[in-house]
C-alpha cells in the first residue's frame, strides 16, 4: 500500500497563476482532508471531505478550492495564486467518516512544498 | 474559531533527559487527544493518543497526561534520545456543524542533544 500519495512534490508559481495540487489514497479511507503548514502556525485546516461527494470549509479556506473526484482522489486548487499561499500543503485521509464521533488515526501525505513569487 | 495552545515552541533537551510539551484547549468535542511526530521533510504521524476514561497513557518511553479540569494535556518523553528530535503537534476534536475534526496546536520543535 502506497498511503497517501501527493503531487507534485514541489512547485513555484508566479502570482496569478493557476493550479491543481493531486492528493489519492489507496486505503478506502471515508473522510479527506487538506492542510497547509506554516512556521509557527501548526497545521490549519483548508478544506475536508467527509465522504465521497460532499466538500466542506475549514479554517483557512479562502482563495482555494476542492474536488472530491472519487473515493480515492481529493484534489486542491488555487485559482489565482497569492504570496500569502507559499506553505506547505498536506492532504490526509482517514477511516471515519467526518459526521460521527470518531478516534481514528489521520494519515498524512508527504507534502508539497508551494513557493508563490 | 476552537484553539489549541501548545508550548514551549521549541526545546532542547540533552540525550537521556525528559522532554515535555504541553496544551491546553478551549472546548472539544469528546475526550481524545492525539499527538503527531512530523521529521523534516515527511509527513505528520500518529504517536499516540489517550481516549476517554483514563488520565494517562503510557507506551514505552511516551506518556500523555490528561488533566480534564484545567482543560489541559501533555506529552512526556522518557530516557530522550537523538531519534526523537522532530516537530510534535497535538490536537484536540471540535463539532463544527455536525461534523467532527481535530484542530491542532501551534507545534514544538524538539531536539535532543548528544
Known amino acids: 500500500n502506497a498511503g497517501v500519495t501527493q503531487t507534485p512534490k514541489f512547485q513555484v508559481l508566479k502570482t496569478g497563476q493557476s493550479m491543481t495540487l493531486q492528493c489519492a489514497q489507496d486505503m478506502n479511507h471515508n473522510s479527506m482532508y487538506w492542510y497547509r503548514q506554516d512556521p509557527g502556525m501548526g497545521l490549519r485546516l483548508i478544506y475536508y471531505s467527509a465522504s465521497e461527494g460532499t466538500t466542506d470549509k475549514g479554517e483557512v479556506p479562502n482563495g482555494y478550492n476542492v474536488s472530491r473526484l472519487n473515493k480515492r482522489e481529493f484534489s486542491l486548487r488555487l485559482e489565482s495564486a497569492a504570496p500569502s499561499q507559499t506553505s506547505v500543503y498536506f492532504c490526509?485521509?482517514?477511516?471515519?467518516?467526518?459526521?460521527?464521533?470518531?478516534?481514528?488515526?489521520?494519515?498524512f501525505g508527504p507534502g508539497t512544498r508551494l513557493t508563490v513569487l | 474559531q476552537q484553539q489549541v495552545k501548545q508550548s514551549p515552541q521549541s526545546l532542547i533537551v540533552q540525550k537521556g533527559g525528559i522532554s515535555i510539551i504541553n496544551c491546553a484547549y478551549e472546548?472539544?468535542?469528546?475526550?481524545?487527544f492525539p499527538w503527531y511526530q512530523q521529521f523534516p521533510g515527511k509527513g505528520p504521524a500518529l504517536l499516540i493518543a489517550i481516549r476517554p476514561d483514563v488520565s494517562e497513557k503510557k507506551e514505552g518511553r511516551f506518556t500523555i497526561s490528561f488533566n480534564k479540569s484545567a482543560k489541559q494535556f501533555s506529552l512526556h518523553i522518557m530516557d530522550s534520545q537523538p531519534g526523537d528530535s522532530a516537530t510534535y503537534f497535538c490536537?484536540?476534536?471540535?463539532?463544527?456543524?455536525?461534523?467532527?475534526?481535530?484542530?491542532f496546536g501551534t507545534g514544538t520543535r524538539l531536539t535532543i542533544i548528544p
Open positions: 490536537a484536540a476534536p471540535h463539532r463544527d456543524f455536525g461534523n467532527e475534526k481535530l484542530t
Open positions: 490526509a485521509s482517514s477511516e471515519d467518516s467526518g459526521s460521527t464521533v470518531s478516534y481514528n488515526e489521520q494519515f
Open positions: 472546548n472539544t468535542a469528546f475526550d481524545y
